[in-house]
């Protein structure tokens, strides 16, 4: 019998031990997987070196660059260059670099690579989707293929799954929290990946555009980032944004508005009762937010403190440009 190798690889901060409830969500799947299909080998590693307290200014000053490019071809990039980048998103970057070379030195060229966050969700028919883009091999013609990345397309049937081709590879990616790659980009990738100018979701867009790498992404998703969901504060950015929760989406909308309207005070009111993520930071800031445009500041104020702390205690990065420092100060001329 003929088998097939597929490697798991966990990117995961160690600190945030509440995670690794991830590590036997994905075992139940794995041992699901090989119950039923018998031609298949299994391994789940994960990625745990370099986290953020052990990475230096001078090690960070050596590996980082911030210059800008000159090639016209790369122009585009420029802007989006970190001049101070934060410990959390190098070490992030760091982590994958780090399954790339594990991948490049330990695997095979007909190896299954799959790369996880250690955020990432998933529902009942993950387990069938994976089977059948492995027994399929969807992967064959590809370098890389995302496994959270959002379509606009009506899902006709949840349980099925292909893979789309992503022709414009010139696009950022939204976020890159789970993905299958090839050990022959892994390996390519080890050796260009450093300098580090971005954030990895940029700095992989940046190597998939400039190496002309062949890129899918599976349709409907088999995956989604948690912090971009609202199941898990995100450790990287200082100003997350739930991208893939449409209440917070409409919430956030309709609090821009110069003058809400009474009838978009009472939606907002509603949506934010409604929410089945309550205790996640992004929201509870933004419910904060909400009392704080219909001048409620001392209820404001509660639920900015209790954001700021579960933050902390969620090892998320927040500094000056976070959007919740940022209110608080505004919020302190009311309750001064």
């Keep these: ?12 901060y160690t600190k945030l031990t509440q995670r690794e409830v ?4 994905l075992q139940t799947v794995l041992n699901g997987l090989l119950r039923t299909n018998p031609d298949l080998r299994v391994g789940l590693k994960t990625v745990s070196k370099f986290d953020p307290e052990g990475l230096t200014p001078e090690f960070m000053q050596r590996i980082c660059d911030s210059s800008e490019f000159k090639d ?8 989006y260059i970190f001049k101070n980048p934060g410990q959390n998103i190098v070490s992030n970057c760091l982590k994958h670099m780090d399954a790339y070379n594990y991948i490049a030195k330990n695997t095979s060229d007909d190896d ?5 966050e250690d955020d990432v969700v998933f529902d009942s028919s993950f387990e069938a989707k994976l089977v059948k883009f492995i027994k399929q091999k969807m992967y064959a013609q590809s370098d890389i293929i995302f496994f959270g990345l959002p379509s606009t397309s009506p899902i006709r049937d949840n349980n099925d799954v292909d893979v789309v081709a992503i022709d414009d590879t010139s696009n950022i990616l939204p976020c890159c929290d789970s993905y299958y790659i090839s050990k022959k980009t892994a390996t390519a990738f080890t050796t260009t990946y450093i300098p580090i100018k971005f954030p990895h979701n940029i700095q992989l ?7 002309k790498r062949k890129v899918g992404k599976t349709f409907p998703n ?6 971009k969901v609202g199941t898990t504060p995100s450790t990287i950015s200082p100003n997350n944004i739930l991208i893939f929760n449409s209440t917070y989406k409409t919430v956030y909308k309709l609090l821009e508005k110069p003058d ?3 009838e978009d005070i009472k939606t907002i009111g509603t949506l934010l009762e409604q929410n089945k993520f309550k205790e996640s930071p992004d929201f509870i800031f933004l419910e904060g937010l909400f009392f704080m445009r219909t001048k409620r500041y001392d209820m404001a104020k509660k639920l900015f403190d ?7 205690a969620n090892h998320s990065p927040l500094n000056n440009h976070s959007a919740l420092i940022q209110n608080y100060v505004d919020l302190c001329k009311y309750t001064q």
């Design 1 to 12: 019998m003929q088998f097939t190798q597929v490697n798991i690889f966990i990117i995961h």
């Design 112 to 116: 299954v690579n799959i790369i996880v």
């Design 22 to 25: 991830l590590f036997s969500k």
């Design 72 to 79: 016209a071809d790369k122009a585009m990039y420029n802007k």
């Design 222 to 227: 088999l995956m989604a980032d948690g912090s």
């Design 205 to 211: 867009s940046y190597l998939i555009h400039t190496q």
């Design 306 to 312: 209790k954001a700021i702390a579960s933050y902390d």
């Design 260 to 262: 809400p309207t009474n």
